[in-house]
């Protein structure tokens, strides 16, 4: 059974930072890509990053480039993301998500993600 467990989400000033972490069980991590999206209210869920299996590529949505960076440890069976320079636009529920393909790239299509985690908040005020 594939469990994502999200957490290091909070409220912040706007300009802030935050470090989100996923911990994810149940599969071999280290072959697939994983993701973090977020989900606004009354919006639909959107892509903020990714990255491949190997960790070597990694894809930013607009929004976020030069702000935030994911990474993961393939050894703790995690992924990061670090939140810098957040803007009240930045408000929303975070997702972490496992890929679906084995080897998969740093995919900003939900439909490349399989599992996903249960959302952690983040709130910037302004």
């Known amino acids: 059974q594939v469990q994502l467990v999200e957490s290091g989400g909070g409220l912040v000033q706007a300009g802030g930072s935050l470090r989100l972490s996923c911990a994810a069980s149940g599969r071999t991590f280290g072959n697939y890509a994983m993701g973090w999206f977020r989900q606004a209210p009354g919006k639909e869920r959107e892509f903020v990053a990714a990255?491949?299996?190997?960790?070597?590529?990694?894809n930013y949505a607009d929004s976020v480039k030069g702000r935030f960076t994911i990474s993961r440890d393939n050894a703790k069976n995690t992924v990061s993301l670090q939140m810098n320079s957040l803007k009240p636009e930045d408000t929303a529920t975070y997702y972490c998500?496992?890929?679906?393909?084995?080897?998969?790239?740093?995919?900003?299509?939900?439909?490349?993600?399989?599992?996903w985690g249960q959302g952690t908040q983040v709130t910037v005020s302004s």
């Open positions: 998500a496992l890929g679906r393909y084995l080897y998969g790239l740093a995919s900003s299509n939900t439909g490349a993600y399989e599992y």
């Open positions: 990255i491949a299996w190997s960790g070597g590529s990694t």
